[in-house]
C-alpha cells in the first residue's frame, strides 16, 4: 500500500496522483491515461501541470538524506529532466506562473553549496526554472 502525497485536479476533469516512486494521470472517466515511474523512494512535496500539461514536482529523497530531486514530466508521462540542487535544500512549493516558469519556494542552510549568499542559518530561496539550472 503507498500513500497519495501530492493530488492536482484540473478544471479538464484530468487528476494526477503523485506517490513515492510514481506519478499516475487519470482522465476525467477516471481512465489512467499514463503510469510513470519517477523515483522509488522520494516523497513528492510539490506536484504542479502546466498548461500544456508538463508536470514538475519536487520531491525529497527517502530517510536522513537531504537529496532534493526537480522533477519535469512531459505531457505523456515521459521523465524528460531530473535536477538535484546542491547543498541542503528543502524546497516546499511550486507553481507555474504566467510565462510557462516553473517557480519554487523553500530554503536552504548553506547557500545552495555555496551559490548564494548566507544571510543567516536558514535563508528563503525563490528559484524559477531549477530543472534548468541543475539539471543534466
Do not use: C
Not at 57 to 84: F, Y
Amino acid at each position: 500500500f503507498t500513500f497519495i502525497q501530492q493530488l492536482k485536479w484540473l478544471d479538464s476533469g484530468d487528476l494526477y496522483v503523485a506517490q513515492a516512486g510514481k506519478t499516475i494521470r487519470y482522465d476525467a472517466a477516471g481512465v489512467v491515461r499514463w503510469n510513470a515511474t519517477v523515483t522509488q523512494s522520494d516523497a513528492v512535496t510539490s506536484l504542479v501541470v502546466d498548461r500544456a500539461g508538463r508536470v514538475f514536482q519536487v520531491s525529497q529523497a527517502s530517510g536522513m538524506s537531504t537529496t532534493v530531486r526537480v522533477k519535469l514530466l512531459d505531457a505523456n508521462g515521459n521523465l524528460a529532466i531530473t535536477a538535484t540542487p546542491p547543498g541542503q535544500p528543502f524546497f516546499a512549493q511550486g507553481a507555474v506562473d504566467a510565462n510557462g516558469n516553473y517557480v519554487v519556494v523553500g530554503q536552504t542552510s548553506n547557500g545552495l553549496g555555496g551559490r548564494l549568499p548566507r544571510f543567516g542559518e536558514i535563508d528563503l530561496v525563490i528559484m524559477r526554472n531549477p530543472h534548468l539550472l541543475f539539471g543534466p
